[in-house]
């Protein structure tokens, strides 16, 4: 595996070369130092791992740094962290269905209905464990699945470009003619009839699904 430095960790690694000059060249300080230090990249595949700096260190020279900024920092790279992991399982999880025959395939041998990019998310074990196991115990996972059993992907319409998290605390668009207030709306289709800017695509975890046949129930 390469050794990888994102901007997140040259960004670290330039502040820390600013904090700590001298320290930095007398340990000879390096970004790939700094990569290994949060764990992208196995100690063991260095050349010279008893060399490496422990992760404690760079918690204590980030919080050393004693500003928002660095505890941001610590934020970022574990989000990038958590990213990175994720793709490299998706990666994992394609090449396991590439050789297998089951690529983009549902759980049925039909055609999936999502993306490549949906079909590997949905697999990985962070959505299975926001979304439950909806392959081996679809009882227990949310029941917004399509035809085939897979993840259904569904749409918010919405003018709002910047939206980002959802919320049953103001009025929608049935409340005005007395229909269902506080409550949240979602389409199978991905253009709406509301003539909205933007359309949202989500997965939803609901576990329990009631059917109603108007907005007003």
Known sequence: MCLIVTPSIKKVADQIKQEYPKACERNGFTDQMCAEWIGLYNNTN?????????MKSLVNFIEKLRNQEGK?????????????????????????????GTFMKAPNGKDTNLTERQWLQVRTKAFKEWFGD??????NASKVVDENGEPLIVYHHTNNPNLTE?????????????????????DEEKTGTLNRKYDVAVFLNIRE???YNETKQ
């Open 209 to 211: 699904l009631n059917e």
């Open 72 to 100: 941001s920092f610590l934020r970022d790279l574990e989000e990038e962290k958590r990213q990175y992991d994720i793709e490299q399982e998706m990666a994992d999880i394609k090449a396991k269905a590439i050789a297998d």
């Open 134 to 139: 909806w392959e081996n115990d679809p009882a």
């Open 46 to 54: 260095s050349q010279n791992p008893d060399n490496v700096p422990s």
């Open 166 to 186: 959802f919320s049953a605390d103001y009025e929608n668009y049935f409340a005005k003619d007395g229909g269902t207030r506080k409550a949240i709306f979602f």
